[in-house]
């Protein structure tokens, strides 16, 4: 491993290769900037490129513009309420609050240290894990991915939050000239030692929860986020709860710092067991393949450079990328001062394209004008949008996960006690679904009008 090691970061510190890394955080921070591309457009977009390079080169290369797109598409969440892609749509939560309050540089600024944080550990424990991770990823049945999907879904039951495509759609009337006037402010990119010491919690645990969620194929950066997001919002407390959805520090560097964790670790089942996690992933394997490369577990043998060249590229990414977007900041805050009217059709186009590079067919604009239309109505009649949301993302997971399940089990739900995995995500569940119920019971206990002890 030692020797794996040393001959990937030489690999990795090659002229040509850190210049593909620059190039790649620099062109995927670009792209995951535009609402509605994202990351998979962004590889797409780079595969032609990719051939005149060698292997290492090659991967290192879309690995950057992977990661760059996601750690970029915090920056429209943020700024006008119109993520780059769906696993940065939890960032837009509590982003675009506190840039509506006059603090876009402080969210700028804390996205971009929670997605570096998020990024370089998930990084070590990569580089340090992978192997055991990849059998621990093998265990996972489909029992276990239905269970964690309703524990994500779980995890968002009773949100009330303002739904994004509302605000981007609103017209500009709506809003006081108060509230306009903060928005075109920049703030202080300045965190105080108080939100350091607020947000560096929930950033290590959103790590952890989002690089292990990676490792599991199919899960992906959007369920990491969700799951962090509604995991902090959870275990914090009923005065910090309140803040979720109104531009809480938290609840922003929460969801940044798993989505940027869950992009390196779904790595994990794509270089040791040829597994894509992702649409983004897939292409990754398919340039792969095309280069002659077979991933699996006998990569580590035949192509160490590859394999370690880019696990140390993504540390040497996230350095990358922090050194680009911290000195951007203050140029990225100026679309705040752009006029609605002029704002407005360029975020719809941008949609709109990204909608119909996925597939290109002409049935996804319509499904998404239709969606958007009951969307406006739901919102403009107080629904809650973010389970709407959720339940969209992992809908098809978890009903595919169900079925499969139900068929091995010949139609029996004794799958959801049988598997020790399995079991444990129903206990959690089950938790989180009681916690609300018991606290409520508690507070009925409690007699009317009696006032708080002071310690």
């Not at 593909?20 to 535009?34: E, S």
């Not at 009903?399 to 598997?419: P, Q, Y």
Request: glycine share 10%; with cysteine; net charge neutral.
């Amino acid at each position: 491993m030692l020797d794996g090691i040393l001959q990937g970061l030489g690999t990795a510190l090659l002229p040509v290769n850190l210049m593909m890394v620059v190039l790649g955080c620099f062109i995927g921070t670009f792209i995951g900037m535009l609402p509605g591309l994202g990351p998979v457009t962004a590889i797409a977009l780079m595969i032609p490129i990719t051939y005149g390079l060698d292997p290492s080169s090659g991967i290192i290369l879309m690995a950057g513009v992977y990661y760059g797109a996601i750690f970029g598409g915090s920056t429209s969440s943020i700024l006008i309420n119109a993520p780059g892609c769906s696993a940065t749509v939890v960032t837009a939560f509590d982003g675009y609050p506190l840039a509506c309050k006059g603090q876009a540089g402080k969210a700028l600024a804390i996205a971009a240290y929670a997605s570096f944080t998020g990024g370089t550990l998930s990084a070590i424990m990569l580089m340090v894990a992978a192997p055991l991770l990849a059998k621990v990823s093998l265990s996972f049945q489909s029992a276990d991915y239905f269970a964690l999907m309703v524990l994500g879904l779980s995890a968002m039951a009773a949100f009330a939050l303002a739904e994004i495509l509302m605000a981007v759609l609103r017209p500009g009337k709506d809003s006081s000239e108060e509230e306009a006037r903060q928005m075109q402010q920049l703030g202080s990119l300045k965190l105080s030692k108080e939100e350091v010491r607020e947000i560096a919690p929930p950033i290590a645990r959103s790590s952890v929860l989002g690089f292990l969620i990676g490792v599991l194929p199919g899960a992906g950066a959007t369920i990491a986020a969700f799951m962090a997001y509604g995991a902090e919002r959870n275990i914090a407390g009923k005065q910090r709860q309140e803040q979720f959805g109104k531009g809480s520090l938290r609840g922003l560097a929460a969801p940044e710092a798993a989505n940027n964790a869950a992009s390196t670790g779904s790595f994990v089942p794509l270089l040791t067991l040829g597994i894509p996690g992702s649409g983004t992933t897939a292409l990754i394997l398919g340039a792969l393949v095309a280069y002659g490369i077979q991933p699996g577990p006998r990569l580590f043998m035949e192509h160490p450079d590859v394999f370690w060249s880019v696990i140390i590229s993504m540390y040497l990414g996230n350095v990358v990328l922090l050194i680009l977007n911290l000195p951007l900041i203050p140029y990225l805050a100026r679309v705040l001062a752009v006029p609605r009217p002029v704002l407005i059709p360029m975020v719809l186009l941008f949609s709109l394209t990204g909608v119909y590079l996925v597939s290109f067919n002409t049935m996804d604009i319509h499904v998404m004008a239709i969606v958007a239309l009951i969307a406006i109505g739901l919102r403009l009649l107080t629904f809650p949008m973010a389970p709407m949301l959720l339940g969209f993302i992992l809908g098809g997971m978890l009903e595919d996960n169900l079925r499969r399940a139900l068929v091995i089990n010949d139609g029996s739900l004794s799958f959801l006690w049988e598997r020790p995995i399995t079991l444990a995500f129903t206990v959690i569940t089950l938790t989180m679904l009681l916690l609300p119920v018991w606290q409520w019971w508690q507070a009925r206990r409690a007699p009317k009008g009696e006032p708080a002890t002071s310690h």
